[in-house]
């Protein structure tokens, strides 16, 4: 195997989500497909993932969700700012449209962050090795302030900052993901600079946007390694000796209609056979010996 080039961090999000979910998503570590997880502390499985975690020294952070289901702390039930006519948080959409309206409350987002640290701890037995933003709110604006303050507070020293080299090149993403993605970018660029006033770290290179879901294959994830290997242009810096990096996925066995999500019931991301194609593709031994071809050596947050 040649000399690691690349330290990669892959790193299964929503663990908790369900117990279908949390299944998947083990059997993709114990096959050396993942290297970390982040858990959703509102998931109707959180308890039974913080379990396995344990039993199985799965490397663990937290996947904070302020957007979907119901929120953790008690204060905030019934009537919030984050919360829908329903007593839900707002989707991914709906807390984004409250947010340009100014309607959410920075103190509520705060207050909904602790506690799900808090409960992280009670759960684990510890603080989260690393601290993340469900469907990417802790980039937000408003938002990043106050998620980097907590970071701080709480000593969590890591977290992701979603900009990905070459996406706008891949021609198998749909116009909606564009527009998506290009705020995505825009909001972390904006957040990286807060992150790093607080002392919060994020490996060099993001990888996660153009191998979701259907888009998850060997070749998709060999050509997002070798664009993340590539010097930037014009660079006066020569490249790292050892670039660091993180895979976001989302792997696991589709969830049952009835059973798992956030307090509402799963939702279709969850209970698309996508779930599945990313855990095959991340367990495939193909796959694995093309990290070992590239100098890949798979890591938790901690090794960085």
């Known amino acids: 195997m040649p000399e690691a080039r690349v330290k990669l961090v892959v790193t299964g999000d929503d663990f908790g989500y369900c117990a279908r979910r949390n299944r998947g998503i083990v059997e993709v570590f114990r096959a050396g497909g993942l290297s970390a997880v982040s858990l959703l502390v509102n998931g109707a499985g959180a308890k039974d993932a913080a379990e396995l975690a344990k039993r199985y020294a799965i490397p663990i952070g937290l996947h904070a969700n302020l957007s979907e289901g119901v929120p953790v702390c008690a204060a905030l039930r019934g009537s919030a700012s984050l919360l829908d006519g329903r007593g839900l948080l707002r989707g991914k959409a709906g807390f984004r449209e409250a947010l340009r309206a100014g309607l959410l409350l920075m103190e509520e987002v705060e207050l909904e962050l602790r506690s799900q640290v808090l409960l992280f701890a009670e759960l684990l037995g510890h603080l989260p090795g690393h601290m993340d933003g469900h469907q990417h709110v802790h980039v937000l604006p408003g ?43 825009q909001d972390a660029l904006e957040a990286a600079p807060v992150f790093s006033r607080h002392g919060i770290r994020w490996p060099d290179v993001y990888l996660g946007l153009t191998t979701m879901g259907q888009n998850m294959s060997i070749s998709n994830v060999r050509r997002a390694l070798r664009l993340a290997l590539e010097p930037p242009p014009c660079s006066p810096c020569p490249a790292p000796r050892v670039l660091t990096a993180e895979l976001m996925a989302h792997p696991g066995y589709p969830s049952w209609p009835a059973e798992g999500g956030c307090g509402a019931g799963p939702d279709e991301f969850s209970r698309s056979a996508d779930r599945r194609r990313e855990m095959e593709t991340l367990s495939d031994p193909a796959l694995l010996e093309l990290y070992a071809q590239e100098g890949v050596q798979l890591c ?5």
């Open 143 to 185: 938002v990043r302030e106050v998620f980097a303050r907590v970071l701080a507070d709480f000593g969590v020293l890591y977290t992701r900052v979603p900009v990905e080299r070459g996406w706008r090149s891949c021609p198998w993403l749909p116009p909606h993901l564009h527009l998506f993605y290009a705020q995505v970018e």
């Open 300 to 304: 938790a947050f901690k090794d960085l």
